[in-house]
T-cell receptor
Framework: DQQVKQNSPSLSVQEGRISILNCDYTNSMFDYFLWYKKYPAEGPTFLISISSIKDKNEDGRFTVFLNKSAKHLSLHIVPSQPGDSAVYFCAAFGGSNYKLTFGKGTLLTVNP | DAGVIQSPRHEVTEMGQEVTLRCKPI?????LFWYRQTMMRGLELLIY????????DSGMPEDRFSAKMPNASFSTLKIQPSEPRDSAVYFC??????????FGPGTRLTVT
């Protein structure tokens, strides 16, 4: 039973345009959400997070939106750059004091 | 500051052999996690240590897998005997009291 789902395995966008990565979750106990970025042959690196008491968090070109009623979050990257090409993982936290539940990731390709 | 260190980065071994993966968490981090990443199952949590004590090993697939954390700066994940289906990328991650986990570069294991 996959509690965190990233339904798009891949996404391709043009440099300078907006990238929107989506994530859905099923467990209402989740109260904190994170996005990680992963380059090939490297470990995932933390990118941005959002608490369930907020609906938006922004950090430079990256913005995460949370819709609790829909159990949906999204990561917006504006403008997209070729260096953003990576696998993006959505992760959720809550219901325990340690565990992150990860989605399977979305491969973003930003074309020059 | 050094991040999470894992060794070896790549391991190729024959079925039936013992494999030991090593991890050095970030200094001062008191929680350590071992994950396995495969195409089919994504990132799976295998075991979680807090203050060197195993708290949750429910993700360990079977008795062939074992993990230890003899001190705050070192942990091992051992597979004995190894099987081809154990081929995956194994990540170690650490954290302090926050939610964000910091991942090492991973060990790519191939069992032939």
């Amino acid at each position: 039973d996959q509690q965190v789902k990233q339904n798009s395995p891949s996404l391709s966008v043009q440099e300078g345009r907006i990238s929107i990565l989506n994530c859905d979750y099923t467990n209402s106990m989740f109260d904190y959400f994170l996005w990680y970025k992963k380059y090939p042959a490297e470990g995932p690196t933390f990118l941005i997070s959002i608490s369930s008491i907020k609906d938006k968090n922004e950090d430079g070109r990256f913005t995460v939106f949370l819709n609790k009623s829909a159990k949906h979050l999204s990561l917006h990257i504006v403008p997209s750059q070729p260096g953003d090409s990576a696998v993006y993982f959505c992760a959720a936290f809550g219901g325990s004091n340690y565990k992150l539940t990860f989605g399977k990731g979305t491969l973003l390709t930003v074309n020059p | 500051d050094a991040g999470v260190i894992q060794s070896p980065r790549h391991e190729v071994t024959e079925m039936g052999q013992e494999v030991t993966l090593r991890c050095k968490p970030i200094s001062g981090h008191n929680s350590l996690f071992w994950y396995r990443q495969t195409m089919m199952r994504g990132l799976e949590l295998l075991i979680y240590f807090n203050n060197n004590v195993p708290i949750d090993d429910s993700g360990m697939p079977e008795d062939r897998f074992s993990a230890k954390m003899p001190n705050a700066s070192f942990s091992t994940l051992k597979i004995q005997p190894s099987e081809p289906r154990d081929s995956a990328v194994y990540f170690c991650a650490s954290r302090t009291t926050g939610v964000e986990q910091y991942f090492g570069p991973g060990t790519r294991l191939t069992v032939t």
